[in-house]
């Protein structure tokens, strides 16, 4: 079993930047990669990045450039940077992890102001 926590959601107007940080226990040898998620209001949960054990990293095309996904292994911490922020980021963005399974994060909520 793999738990996440994450934190770092908030307010902030456009233009901004935020941090999200997702903190692993439990199982986390068996963790394969570690990523984000955002769910917006009626739409579908949707990747926006990923990180591989070996350091690959994969972002959704609507936020490269702006988002960068890091970890810190001996924190078995994955973090989000997210900069220039637009309106239409504003979701609940959830930490995964792929282990024998999938694990999520309970959420946080990021809001973009106009």
């Known amino acids: 079993q793999v738990q996440l926590v994450e934190s770092g959601g908030g307010l902030v107007q456009a233009g901004g930047s935020l941090r999200l940080s997702c903190a692993a226990s439990?199982?986390?040898?068996?963790?394969?990669?570690m990523g984000w998620y955002r769910q917006a209001p009626g739409k579908q949960r949707e990747l926006v990045a990923m990180?591989?054990?070996?350091?690959?990293?994969n972002y959704a095309d609507f936020v490269k450039g702006r988002f960068t996904i890091s970890g810190d292994n001996a924190k078995n911490t994955v973090y989000l940077q997210m900069n220039s922020l637009k309106p239409e980021d504003t979701a609940v963005y959830y930490c995964?992890?792929?282990?024998?399974?999938?694990?999520w994060g309970q959420g946080t909520q990021v809001t973009v102001s106009s």
């Open positions: 995964n992890a792929l282990s024998r399974g999938a694990y």
């Open positions: 990180l591989t054990s070996g350091g690959i990293t």
């Open positions: 439990g199982s986390i040898f068996s963790i394969n990669a």
